[in-house]
């Protein structure tokens, strides 16, 4: 199979997964170009940033039309993400990074145990004044959501923005708990909303790496293409699939990747 | 906030913008891909973007389109401000002007960083 069809398939995938849950894509663009086309990993990175803008427009010009992305919270968590994005960046050259992954894994794997008992204990969490989610399939005509601690999911969306910035990985696998356990927003709202604002969050990576020529159009067009398509279908996917089933697999992949970043903090990949 | 999603307005001109920028960014990087592979051999790889698009040609169209796949989140933000202004919704124009401010101020540092 020629190389640029292998491309196109991959950004497919990503594009269909970081929609679908929210991240972006970039969880899987960075290892399969570094391991599966020999790209360099400042290239990978460079790419990857650019795909979560692909799958974040691409998925939340559907979202935003349905009136599942939330655009005010994501704007108003988006300046700290953009804040927290910047501040991780400049540090990651300054920090130890086997510290920070191991901190980050524990954060990871705290966040995937609360949203597992979140499972098991009930479909849908309540918190004070929190109503039925408008987009759940019995939901037309009930009130709407409301959002709660603000300002705490603004201090999230900071550490969230500077993990991203920091650790490479995308800020949709802090901000979709973030919406969703603290602020007591619906599993599909959430992850639309998370959609919206990773695109916000990766514009100003993705024009640095743009800038320093760390993108080979190439490479990176095919990838754009895949990822492009793979976002209106996981858009779509996610309006369709139960909240609960939506949740399961976010949990599984939070869980990956605080093993990868275990690894990554023992010094082990 | 009490918000369920956003106003009709707001979110019927995000949406638009939202899909007319993909679709305009995704077909300038489709042309340039396929006038890429219509030319054959080897690309010029990854280079900084000043020199890819004064060459022009295929990978200059790509890059274009990259770019203006990149600029869109400021695009929708400019709308959203524009928006809340109109709807005098100050609490919002203020959280999309701080974010806005804060991209450009990134990008111009970049750019700065990157000529120098």
């Known amino acids: ?228 398509m793979g976002a209106a279908l996981g858009a779509g996917i996610a309006a369709r699939i139960r909240p609960a089933w939506l949740s399961g697999i976010f949990v599984v992949v939070v869980a990956y990747v605080a093993v990868r970043m275990v690894l990554r903090a023992a010094g082990l990949e | 906030m009490s918000e369920g999603g956003p106003s009709r307005r707001l979110g019927t001109r995000i949406a638009m913008i939202l899909r007319t920028g993909t679709l305009l960014a995704v077909a300038m990087v489709s042309a340039g891909f396929v006038l890429s592979l219509a030319a054959g051999g080897e690309g010029p790889g990854a280079r900084p973007i000043g020199d890819l698009l004064a060459v022009g040609g295929a990978d200059a169209l790509t890059t274009a389109g990259l770019l203006a796949l990149t600029m869109l989140p400021l695009a929708v933000l400019v709308v959203a401000a524009v928006t809340f202004a109109a709807e005098r919704e100050r609490r919002y124009l203020l959280s999309s002007l701080a974010t806005l401010a804060l991209l450009v101020a990134g990008l111009v540092a970049t750019a700065l960083l990157t000529a120098s």
């Open chain 1, 1 to 228: 199979m020629p190389t640029e069809l292998l491309l196109i398939l991959s950004g497919l995938v990503a594009g269909t997964f970081g929609a679908m849950l929210g991240l972006g894509g970039g969880l899987l663009i960075v290892p399969i170009l570094t391991l599966g086309f020999g790209a360099p990993i400042t290239t990978a990175v460079g790419t990857s940033l650019v795909c979560v803008i692909a799958t974040s427009t691409g998925a939340a010009a559907l979202n935003v039309r349905a009136g599942r992305a939330d655009v005010r919270l994501g704007i108003t968590l988006g300046a700290a993400t953009v804040v927290g994005a910047a501040s991780g960046g400049i540090l990651a050259g300054i920090l130890p990074e086997r510290t920070l992954a191991g901190l980050f894994a524990a954060l990871l794997a705290y966040t995937s145990y609360t949203m597992l008992r979140g499972l098991r204990g009930a479909s849908v969490e309540r918190h004070p004044g929190s109503e039925p989610d408008p987009t759940a399939p019995d939901g037309p005509g009930a009130p709407l959501y409301r959002t709660h601690r603000l300002p705490l999911a603004w201090a999230g969306s900071l550490v969230a923005g500077h993990a991203s910035g920091l650790l490479g990985v995308g800020g949709g696998i802090v901000s979709v708990p973030l919406i969703r356990m603290l602020m007591g927003a619906p599993m599909r709202v959430a992850v639309a909303t998370s959609n919206f604002m990773i695109g916000i969050t990766a514009a100003a990576g993705a024009a640095a790496y743009l800038f320093r020529g760390e993108i080979d159009p190439r490479q990176a067009a095919p990838v754009v293409i895949g990822v492009t």
